[in-house]
């Protein structure tokens, strides 16, 4: 039965110490289930709200597009009034979430110990680029994270340089596995009555998600890795273009009128074979002991991948995804940031949601991927600099007048 006017973290209470991209990608998700996130921005306010500005004066999409579902109240955490107000803060909180450099929160005066004494039942989640050890004290971005897990290293073509992934791993990627970690934590506080420290390095997280690529490293010893495309193996796994790294041969073959995307991804499953081959006009090497069984084509996934092009090339890349669909054949277009942000089927699905501003109008964003059937996600804008100010502190038990000292004193 649905309980229609609750959400899943209804009364948790997050403090998002967080900016950038890896920290807010995390607590908005808690908002999104429900959580109320109140953002503690220094006086200046996230970097990103001025960051990539699309329109003067107003805060920029990285910003608003990373911040929805939060409160926003401005501390001077540098001030010894910011650090009193900061402590009410953290007692009243369940969650607290940070991704600074290295040792600030614990320079700002709060270290895990004294976090614990102030609310023992606070989880306190940190994002780093790294783990303790050598690199614990450096600072980290996204691509950095990349390089460092082992995505860059095997991600491009063999004969080319090592690429970044458009898809933000590091960051956001970081972001959900640190929204795992809390959860998991705050399900542990039911039995225990306890908070605890929940730790994500930006590194681990990528590597995580290169798991199949370390399976491969070791499948190397035994030999060079067939299904990839690459003719020569050294003692590191190299990079393999577009193949698909799984079980099943696949690749971006190019289709109709020849455009920067106009590509669909194929993969061939054994039964996909005859029927891919009868549609691309070539019926008989169904039956070819040469093209008839996955053995045989292994070693010339190339040639079978120009064979599918020389199909593809000459339909629409929706034409090829309805034709190979109708055979049972998995593939999928490659779809652009436009055709994405004009999808509309995507807008059904409420992945691509339309929000209203008070300062830059409508925008648009990518909605919650995260579909809970008791606790749908009502997508909310981003705050306004210091917008709850007034609000949060009454909360605390501050007046108005109170909060009107504040601001001249420089405390928030
Ligand atoms: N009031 C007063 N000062 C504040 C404050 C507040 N509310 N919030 C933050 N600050 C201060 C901190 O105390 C710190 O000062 P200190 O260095 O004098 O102690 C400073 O602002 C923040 O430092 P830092 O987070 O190191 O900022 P940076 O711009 O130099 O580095 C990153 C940015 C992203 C490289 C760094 O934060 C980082 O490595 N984070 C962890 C990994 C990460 O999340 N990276 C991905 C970002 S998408």
């Known amino acids: 039965m649905s309980n229609g006017n609750t959400k899943a973290l209804q009364g948790v209470r997050v403090l998002d110490m967080t900016h950038v991209q890896s920290g807010p990608s995390a607590t908005q998700i808690l908002g999104w289930l429900g959580a109320d996130v109140v953002k503690v921005e220094a006086p200046g306010g996230d970097i990103t709200r001025r960051q990539l500005r699309d329109l003067p004066d107003v805060d920029s999409l990285y910003f ?5 579902n939060k409160r926003s109240v401005t501390l001077n955490m540098k001030s010894d009034r910011g650090k009193e107000i900061f402590t009410e803060l953290v007692r009243r909180s369940d969650i607290m979430v940070e991704n600074f450099g290295p040792g600030a929160v614990d320079r700002m005066g709060f270290t895990w110990e ?13 994002i780093k680029g790294f783990g303790p ?27 080319g340089p090592p690429l970044a992934t458009g898809a933000q791993i590091g960051d956001s990627g970081t972001g959900i596995h640190t929204v795992a970690g809390i959860l ?21 997280a990528v590597l995580n998600l290169c798991r199949v690529k370390l399976r491969d490293q070791q499948r190397l010893t035994h030999g060079a ?3 990839y495309p690459n003719e020569d193996f050294g003692d590191e796994v190299p990079r393999s273009g577009n193949a ?42 169904a039956e070819d002991p040469e093209w008839a069984t996955p053995e045989a084509r292994l070693p010339k996934l190339d040639k079978m991948f120009q064979l599918i092009e020389e199909w593809s090339i000459r339909q629409s890349k929706s034409h090829a995804l309805a034709e190979l669909n109708a ?25 691509i949601v339309d929000v209203d ?23 909310v804008r981003s705050p306004l600099l210091g917008e709850h100010n007034q609000e949060i502190y009454a909360e605390l038990g501050l007046t108005p007048e109170d909060v009107t000292g504040l601001k001249t004193d420089g405390v928030i």
């Open 114 to 126: 004294r976090l614990q004494e102030i609310n023992p039942r606070l989880i306190y989640a940190s």
């Open 327 to 351: 055979l049972g054949v998995p593939c999928g277009p490659i779809l652009s940031t436009r055709e994405l942000i004009e999808d509309t089927s995507l807008a059904e699905n409420e992945m």
């Open 244 to 285: 698909s790294g799984g079980g099943q041969p696949g690749w971006a073959v190019r289709c109709a009128p020849g455009g920067p995307n106009d590509y669909i991804y194929v993969i061939v499953q054994p039964p996909g074979w005859a029927p891919i081959a009868k549609l691309i006009g070539r019926p008989e090497l």
């Open 357 to 379: 501003h008070p300062e830059r109008g409508t925008f648009k964003t990518v909605g919650s991927p995260l579909k809970l059937s008791d606790s749908p996600v009502d997508v």
């Open 64 to 68: 608003t597009m990373l911040n929805c």
């Open 225 to 227: 890795l067939a299904e």
């Open 184 to 204: 998991a934590a705050l399900y542990q506080r039911e039995a225990t009555g306890r908070g605890q420290r929940v730790q994500v390095a930006m590194q681990h």
């Open 133 to 159: 050890g050598r690199y614990a004290d450096y600072k980290a971005y996204e691509v950095i994270a990349q390089a460092m897990g082992g995505s860059m290293s095997t991600t491009g073509f063999e004969d």
